[in-house]
T-cell receptor, first 112, second 110 residues
C-alpha cells in the first residue's frame, strides 16, 4: 500500500530547541507539502516543494524552514521552537499539480 | 486565490444518502474541484475530484454545476464510518498550492 509516513506521531520539545519533522513518501511524487492544523483555523500551508532542492513558501512560513535533498523525503525544521508552534503537523505529497494528494498521519507537536 | 464555502456541519441518518454542497463562485477555468475528508485523529484522505463532468468512484459521486460555481459531494448510503470533516478544495492546475477551507463536519446518526 502506497503511503506517506511521518517520523513521529507525538513529539514533546522545549522552547528554543531545534526540531526536525521528517516525511517520506514511496510514490515517486514530485510535490510535497507541509501543513499545520489548529482548532478553528483549519489546515494552513507552511511550505511546499515541487522538486528536489526546490521549495516555495506557503501561507505561514515564518519560524520554519524545509529541506528536500531527495525526492522521497521532505523535512520541516523549527530552528528555535516556540510555544505557539504547538500544533498538528501534516505532510502530504502529490504526483502533479492537479493530481490527488496523499496525507501522512500527522505529528502532534507540543512545545513546552 | 479561489475560495470555497461550505456549511459548517450537517447531519444524516445511517443508510441514507448525503449531499454535501460547496460554493466556489470565483473558480477559474483550469481549477480542479477536489474533495477530501478527515476522520478523527487522522490525516485527510482523498475522496474524489473533477473538472467539468460529474464523476463517480467507489467512495462517492461528484456533481458539478454547469457553470462550475458550485459542486455537491454525494455519499449514496451514509455509514457511521463516514462521520468526518469533508473539505471541498480547488486545486490550481498551474501551480502547486492546495488551500483548505473550514470544511463541513458530517455527523451520522444510527
Amino acid at each position: 500500500d502506497v503511503k506517506v509516513t511521518q517520523s513521529s506521531r507525538y513529539l514533546v520539545k522545549r522552547t528554543g530547541e531545534k526540531v526536525f519533522l521528517e516525511c517520506v513518501q514511496d510514490m515517486d511524487h514530485e510535490n510535497m507539502f507541509w501543513y499545520r492544523q489548529d482548532p478553528g483555523l483549519g489546515l494552513r500551508l507552511i511550505y511546499f516543494s515541487y522538486d528536489v532542492k526546490m521549495k516555495e513558501k506557503g501561507d505561514i512560513p515564518e519560524g520554519y524552514s524545509v529541506s528536500r535533498e531527495k525526492k522521497e523525503r521532505f523535512s520541516l525544521i523549527l530552528e528555535s521552537a516556540s510555544t505557539n508552534q504547538t500544533s498538528m503537523y501534516l505532510c502530504a505529497s502529490s504526483l502533479t499539480a492537479s493530481g490527488t494528494v496523499r496525507f501522512g498521519p500527522g505529528t502532534r507537536l507540543t512545545v513546552l | 486565490d479561489a475560495k470555497t464555502t461550505q456549511p459548517n456541519s450537517m447531519e444524516s441518518n445511517e443508510e441514507e444518502p448525503v449531499h454535501l454542497p460547496c460554493n466556489h463562485s470565483t473558480i477559474s477555468g483550469t481549477d480542479y474541484i477536489h474533495w477530501y475528508r478527515q476522520l478523527p485523529s487522522q490525516g485527510p484522505e482523498y475522496v474524489i475530484h473533477g473538472l467539468t463532468s460529474n464523476v463517480n468512484n467507489r467512495m462517492a459521486s461528484l456533481a458539478i454545476a454547469e457553470d462550475r460555481k458550485s459542486s455537491t459531494l454525494i455519499l449514496h448510503r451514509a455509514t457511521l464510518r463516514d462521520a468526518a470533516v469533508y473539505y471541498c478544495i480547488l486545486m490550481y492546475n498551474a501551480g502547486n498550492m492546495l488551500t483548505f477551507g473550514g470544511g463541513t463536519r458530517l455527523m451520522v446518526k444510527p
